[in-house]
């Protein structure tokens, strides 16, 4: 296992069209999150998951993003016709149900759209 | 909102110098994290110190914390210019949310 997986790296896509990012945690790990990240600030909490539940998504940044996790494994997040202020670094962590083990991260998705 | 503040925003120091970031939190937590993102890149995690526990090293790196005043310092001895990245906090609340909650950074460079 060699860590938390994103794809893609990059996505490229034109203002309206949908996109849909993946990421595969650490196989021992039942906690998977979301985060989204804009230049010059910390990453800002999305959505997470804890294996195939979504407990937290009041704070999905509109009803234009949306998350899976449906076998409890990978995850997908979508965000339906993007918009230019969409253009993030979207980020995955993993980790185990207790938090005093810290979070494992992938190297993110960088957004941009055009 | 974010939970954690870190200061400096940005801090700029030569290679053999060390590195201090500080960290202040709101709210009580079950453990605070400090977390490396290099640029364009995912946050590595660096150290974790429980609540219960007031200093902690793991090489080049001191982490303290005080509960009381709601902050935590982050020291890298002897720094390098592999060590020029931007450092987050996180906290995890005690409230049973286990979502960590990340300041806006301090951005570091080490100049060789």
């Known amino acids: 296992d060699t860590g938390v997986s994103q794809d893609p790296r990059h996505k490229i896509t034109k203002r309206g069209q949908n996109v849909t990012f993946r990421c595969d945690p650490i196989?021992?790990?039942?906690?998977l999150y979301w985060y989204r990240q804009t230049l010059g600030q910390g990453p800002e909490f999305l959505t997470y998951f804890q294996n195939e539940a979504q407990l937290e998504k009041s704070r999905l940044l509109s009803d234009r993003f949306s998350a899976e996790r449906p076998k409890g494994s990978f995850s997908t997040l979508e965000i339906q016709r993007t918009e230019q202020g969409d253009s993030a670094m979207y980020l995955c962590?993993?980790?185990?149900?207790?938090?005093?083990?810290?979070?494992?991260f992938g190297s993110g998705t960088r957004l941009t759209v055009v | 909102s974010q939970q954690g503040e870190e200061d400096p925003q940005a801090l700029s120091i030569q290679e053999g110098e060390n590195a201090t970031m500080n960290c202040s939190y709101k709210t009580s937590i079950n453990n605070l994290q400090w977390y490396r993102q290099n640029s364009g890149r995912g946050l590595v995690h660096l150290i974790l110190i429980r609540s219960n526990e007031r200093e902690k090293h793991s090489g080049r790196l001191r982490v303290t914390l005080d509960t009381s005043k709601k902050s935590s310092s982050l020291l890298i001895t002897a720094s390098r210019a592999a060590d020029t990245a931007s450092y987050f906090c996180a906290t995890d609340s005690s409230g049973g949310s286990y979502i960590p909650t990340f300041g806006r950074g301090t951005s570091l460079i080490v100049h060789p």
């Open positions: 196989s021992e790990h039942n906690r």
């Open positions: 962590a993993s980790s185990l149900t207790s938090s005093n083990y810290g979070y494992t």
